[in-house]
């Protein structure tokens, strides 16, 4: 991975949100389920085996964009190609599962990657 | 002219050119479009009366012999304007590819193309009261109401429109048409009891008719359409034995075989929509306007259906506030009172607390019995599919017997592994394209490997295909022109002969294919065959 050391952990968290997690992760909408934020969302994948644990795995299968907004339309195109990850009936994109995942490993993804 | 049967004396002979059975849409529509400048004695032979009555009704019931299905005598109505009299009215065309083989599809490939039926459907659409300019063209709903089409990728989804019938109650509607066409005589309380023919059943030579506690009587024509339903079609030709022993037009033991209905999955799933949830205006219900009523769905593309492996389907949106935790309290108590847990318990429970204004709809629901407390908008489109052709689903007769000593039918009715993919895939392509879109997120069982048919679901009760259309009598039981194979002059106008069944309610279709039939009859009688 390169090109990616400027994004903090915080550019993370707003990246999701930019994401327009909606449903998962809105703050201040009532979620229709108990997995409010993205660590929750990364816990449940992990404890589900339905990513790896294992932070290197899951940046390794990360398309990184140029600005936080970018993100959209990779998950747009994880959508459009089918990639998507079922959180306990929940479809979300693969990148979406997978910045879950790293949020709830608590690391700073692009730092020394 | 509208007579009642029990007028007749008993041994009676009554004569037409062209014998209809059955007045509901299809019987009515071939009637009035026979009659229509042609100077042809028309005949239509009607079970019931102008209402509901119980001892007619009760020629309707049958066991179930399969996957349950709605009870015999009440998914269909025994009297002038059979089941249209409690049809919900929304129509759609078949559209090319159910016409095409699909070589994944064993059983499609209609004798007969699209084009050959289009023109019909601008004849039919009066016959159903549907807006007549352009019913079809999603975008004129689109402009009438101001709503934007979903830009759905086309490789998977188009917007289709169903257009919505006031629903055309057929009986009442064209009641007085019936009794004021100088060439067709309604005879109702006619049960037909069976289709005579000569000793080869090359030709019907007459029908055996019979009111409840009243005369029997006998019908003779030139040429006879069986227009009974989906069902009936198939029993009467199975219990008219007499020279075939398995039922006339039989021979191969097609008929009754490859019964089939559009399965309803409701809700597939449900969206929590990241926009406001009037963006979706055109498709949430149904809409009437001064020129008519319709309801923007989703359906597969022509492209989706020849590429993938998978049966038709539409998608119709549907607002709820019965969310994914509302269903998760109603599937726990359900299971509850079974003595059982429901699989998957933590899920549901974890859904429960978590969606707390879906549970407290629940709650308050309960204990007040008024509905949902919290207005809250989800949408939960509801899933329907077209089967695959089946042979093992089917309809047969029992040993059972009604009150004319008639064998009931009994309803055989299967789906497939093939089925449940496409209800899989459909759902999963849906999830697809909302979050593509960035319109929402999907929450859905159906992507479990280990999802099945739910407990209970939607039927349209729209009974298709067991006297199918085919090239050859090996594979089906009437050819191109409807008329069955073998036997030169007996026709037949439902949705029976459906050779696949699309994801289109067939009403529409089947009075277009009746319109058709009576442009074929009119010229055999015209060029004097028969
Ligand atoms: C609840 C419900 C909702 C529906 N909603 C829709 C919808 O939204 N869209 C849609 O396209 N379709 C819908 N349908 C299906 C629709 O009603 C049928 O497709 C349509 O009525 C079929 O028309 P038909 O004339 O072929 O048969 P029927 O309407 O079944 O008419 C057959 C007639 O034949 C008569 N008959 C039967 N046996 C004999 C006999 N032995 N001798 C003499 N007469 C006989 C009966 O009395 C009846 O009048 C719905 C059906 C139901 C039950």
Redesign the interface.
Known sequence: MSGTSKISRRDLMSGLAAL?????AAPGR???????SAEEVGKWLITHNALPAHRGMLLAGLTQPDTVTGW?AI??????S?R?V?V??????DTEARLCTLAALDVEPWVGA | MILNAKGLTDGAVLEADICIVGAGPAGITAALELAKASGLKILLLESGGTYLEDETQDLYAGPNLGRPYEPLDQARLRFLGGSSNHWAGNCMRLTPVDFEERDWMPGSGWPISYDDIAPYYDLAAPYVQIQEDRPFDFSYWARKIEGQPVDWNPDIFENTVSCSSPPTPFGIEYEQDLERAANISVVLYANVLEIETNETASEVTGLRVVCIDGPRFRVRAKSYVLAQGGIEVARLLLLSDRVIPQGLGNAQDQVGRYFTDHVGIRPALWIWPDQKVDRFKLYEGPTYLDVGGFWGTVASSNDLRRRESIGGFTFYFMQTSNSPGYRSAQTIVRSLKKGDFPPYLSSHVMNIFSDLDGMTNKVYDVVTDKGALIDRSWLAPWLNIECVPNPDSRVRLVDEQDRLGQRRIGMDWKLTEQDLNTVKRATELMAQEIGRMGLGRVWTEALRDDYDWPGSFGLGKHACSTTRMSETPKTGVVDRNCRVHGVANLFVASSSVFRTSSFAQPTLSIVAFSIRLADHLKQLHKAGQP
């Open positions: 327009s997690f909606g449903a998962l009532a979620a229709s389920h108990t997995l409010t959209q998950v747009r195109a994880d959508f459009a089918g998507m079922s306990d009936g929940w479809l979300i994109s």
